[in-house]
């Protein structure tokens, strides 16, 4: 992988680099005539040609193979500082040299041209795959309740006289809450595109944790949710200062996940605790826990697991860590012992104890 | 009473007509511009009760409409608003508007703003000097608060805090205009303070503090005073 790490650097350096590394091996291989034979200093310049071609770019490689060549039978043939050779062996030998050395030179740069457009390819691959996961997910998390909500208002406008009372609104509130699940999906891609183009800057002020919880649970409770929530919060907890907007997206995306995804009558924790100058949030719940071996995929982009029901966009959680990390803290997940997940939320803040003054 | 008459400045026509049979259905009376040119124009001629303004007009900026409108039209103004954005709405309210609610948005949301705006304003004609709001009961002139029949401690800075909800009932205040009111200029950065007071006035007055019902949080923007009638 060197390779593409050194193709970066600029190619008058690389030519650069080629001769004075060729220079550098045969000064040495030069001190050491007296104790090698000459045919060994082929060798030894050959191996300094491979990690050239390991390294550099196609024609750095040949000027180095060339050069080598040369400088081998300059230096090294007897006679000595002469390009004619005494013996047709030495003359076969330098020939051999030079092709060897330029074959092996070629040979490696095909062979990183080769690994490049593989990675590339792979790359590609990968592209396609989130492309279709999130073109897949997205359609169905779309096109669902723009079928309901078409196919109930096509009702209501042609059948309206043969439909009963109880029926119509039963079509619309399905109406109702279709609109309601395109809207939160939509809110979801708005938020990803946000974090991805990184557009969402942190708007730092003094939040009251007890006040932001409820607040993201009244909202909850309101969508009528089928889990029941409990809040603990340290009551000495001080404020903090980061941005609310951002914390009660991760919150909601939490509960919210938590609802999606545990059976009715499930218990929902929150915790919330100051812990050495951070802001600690806890929300655990009793449901069924996540596979050990699919924990650490679970926040990557569009990832779903293998077999979750159907709907869901795959976005929530990438959500949730891309707010966390946009407040430079970190989320975890595990399994509780006895059953179910728990995720920790760790934010790095300032506080203030102002609030448990007494004032006035 | 007469019906209040309220004009709709909004370019799109599903939006118009929404809110023409939502607004009708309840007894008001809707008059609708298309662009902020026409909207202007029908403000300057007829002030209707009450103006719901887009801030995406395809001939102006909605919050160069709001200013020119606030130049001399001083009846309610509520933004409906695609930009969801705090600072967005935080400008809105600080050039004017009395409301503000993004789209989409809940018809019964907008009718409760509309008839809580409505009422403040007749409210505001009749000066006296005892109120009352569901639990409290606020007598002006000797400085006393009392829920269900008990006198309430308040700090005076808690006292304060509350009549300027009371007085603004109905209408998102945004922390800026809240601290600069009660604290002063110099405080207007000061956002703690204002959690603390908040958090200990919720303590007194609300039944359960955790999920307040008097004063409610708007995020990111402000605090809001409605009660339930």
Known sequence: MDGILFTKISKSIQYLYSILIVGFVAIICHYALPFLDYRIVALILLLAVSIIAAMFDILPVLLAAALSALTWDYFFIPPYYRLQVASTEDAVLILMYFVIALLNGVLTYRIRKYEKALVLKEEKANTIKLYNTLLNSLSHELRTPIATI???????????????????????????????????????LLNMSRLESGIIKPHYDWCDINELIYTVVKQIEETKVEQKIAVKIDPQIPFFKLDKGMLEQILYNLINNACLYTPANSLIRIDADCKSESLQLIVEDNGFGFPQEEISAVFGKFYRLKNSKTGGTGLGLSIIKGYVEALSGKVFLQNVETHGARFTINIPAETSYLNNLKNE | MNRAEILVIDDELPIRKLLEITLQSNDYSVRQAATAKEGILQVANHPPDMVILDLGLPDEDGHSVLKKLREWYVKPIIILSVQSSEDDIVKALDNGANDYLVKPFRTGELLARIRSLLRSRNDSEETSAIITLSELQIDFSNRVVKRNNEVLKLTPTEYSLLILFVKNEGKVLTHHFILREIWGPGYMSESQYLRVFIAQLRKKIEKDPNRPELIQTESGVGYRFAFNE
Do not use: M, Y
């Open chain 1, 150 to 188: 078409l196919g109930a208002s096509d009702n209501l406008l042609t059948q309206s006289t043969k439909l009963s009372d109880e029926n119509k609104t039963e079509l619309v509130s399905e109406i109702s809450k279709a609109s309601l699940r395109l809207n939160h999906q939509v809110e979801n």
